[in-house]
């Protein structure tokens, strides 16, 4: 990670993504502007944390770790605002890797998702924490002289930049370890150049940073007067961790400019849980819910951020993934343990008591919030729903222990709502239910608008039996694993026979059967016709328009299932539907009545079996074939 920098001067270009970043932060995307230094202080307070974190292990910085801080100065004469801290530092290629190119690829994947107009959308932006380059927006120079703590006097590194697509890094000397970042501010911006400006500037966004961040004493008229006079220096903020402090000494704005800290989000967070947990495994947490889903939570995309661990306020890592389930992987916060031991790896923190308990307890709350959400503020529990329902969803398999309180905080659309939004929760169904119904229903489809026209919604509008629409592509998964809820089965439309309780009419019973009889022999030849392209053939009474439906055999995967796996392209092995026909259908009548030659059956079933598949939402192997037919039909009719 180190080595002698480069003696000479050289000028490099930056990444493409930053060039773009970098146009974005000039032509102002924020309104607020002074957030450059909440960024500034938040790098150097999180260089403070390593260096104390390395110290632990390595005995070069070992003396180092003490009187740590952050320092903010100026200069009105020439005009410069300068942010150092005495934190971990930089080595020259640790420089390039991290303020010449964005390392992390998710803001990258962003960056470069924009699209023209998006680009000048600053709301978008606010997502990200692009921290350094913040800096660009007060500033038409940055320079940054950063040695890092365990390398020589001589082998700092100077990196300088007017933000124009270009920087040029050297090598330099620097007496005391750690970074000092100098903007030179731009004309326009000279509110900046103002002690008590400052002041407030960091109060506002970085009183809750753990260490302290000072500022220069008002000088007495003497100290003015000699040149020789030491400067000295407070601290501006409370320099405590804010999760340390009593609940109660909190206001709900610390809470939110801790949150943006930790999660690098620009919006306020949603909820939040605090607790000290005392016992035999002491923690203590503070976790957060944003309002917003990154927008790549669900593309197995980087987790930024995460929760931070700290052991007794030594902050040890980043995304602490260990100590929360990976379908809550949307949480942000800190958690501090007591009983770790300092030089804690991610290997150490596997299969530990220690772990699994403050993991345990810090699910608990986090549901524990949302189901109060759900209770008291139901419209903000629906829109953090509509954010984070499908990872929520995740949980149903992934965590078993909690899977009754996770099935509770489900929302579904329904054939009630007839909506996309996801509204109602399986205790609003249950309790809603018709007289004679025993189980919960669902039909899953690729879309909203596929699982709400699905046929075999029929026979259930009819009957005024809510059906939940899925169609979220966890939802197939989740639902082979959530077998019934408060002693309800749940059942998909599309698998297996219809049974519909005792809502079913024994009278026509007696119908059935001579149906059964009359259909006979259309139900066997179509059956010789299809071949092994179907398991079964036979009437179902699900159907009140349409003439056919395809259904998956009650072991069977279901139909949307085996489509998610052909289009992840994994083998599976095929199994072929069942056609059902309604035969009240006009088409059906007909075809009882004047049976057809087995040329015009095959035609017949193939067209059948084909728009059942198709309202599934399926694809054909062979769609040319498929409209031959109907127009061979057609004409012939
Ligand atoms: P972020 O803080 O979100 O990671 P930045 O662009 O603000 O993104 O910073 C990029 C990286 O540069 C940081 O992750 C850190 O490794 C490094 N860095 C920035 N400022 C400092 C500093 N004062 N001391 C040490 N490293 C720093």
Redesign the pocket.
Known sequence: MTGTPTAEKQTHVFETEVKQLLQLMIHSLYSDKEIFLR??V???S??LD?LRFEALQNNKLKSLGQDLCIRVEFDKEKRTITVS?N????SEQ?VIE??GTI??SGTKAFVESLTGEQKHDSALIGQF?????ASFMVADKVSVH?RRGDVGVDEAVLWESAGDGEYTLEAADKSDI??R?TLHIKEGEDELLNDWKLREIIIKYSDHISFPVEMPKAQTEDEEKNEDAAITYESVNKATALWMRAKSDITDEEYTKFYQHVS?DFQDPLIWTHNKVEGKTEYTNLLFIPKKAPFDLYQGGEKRHGVKLYVKRVFIMDDAEQFIPHYLRFVRGVIDANDLPLNVSREILQNNRVVDTIRAGSVKKVLGLLENLAKNEPQDYIEFWAEFGPAMKEGIVEDTNNREQLTKLMRFATTKTDEPGQTVSLDDYIARMTEGQEKIYFVTGETFQAAKNSPHLEIFRKRGIEVLLLSDRVDEWVTMHMKDYQGKQLESVAKGALDLGSTDDKEDEAQRESEDKDFAPLIAAFKTSLGDKVKDVRLTHRLTDSPACVVADENDMGLQMQRIFKAAGQAMPASAPILELNPEHALLQRLKANMPAQDEINDWGSLLLNQAILAEGGQLDDPAAFVKTVNQLLSAG
Do not use: C, P, R, W
């Open positions: 960024e500034l938040s790098n150097s999180d260089a390593k801290d934190g971990i530092g930089m640790e991290n303020l390392a992390k924490g692009v921290g350094f380059y950063t750690g970074t970042i690098h």
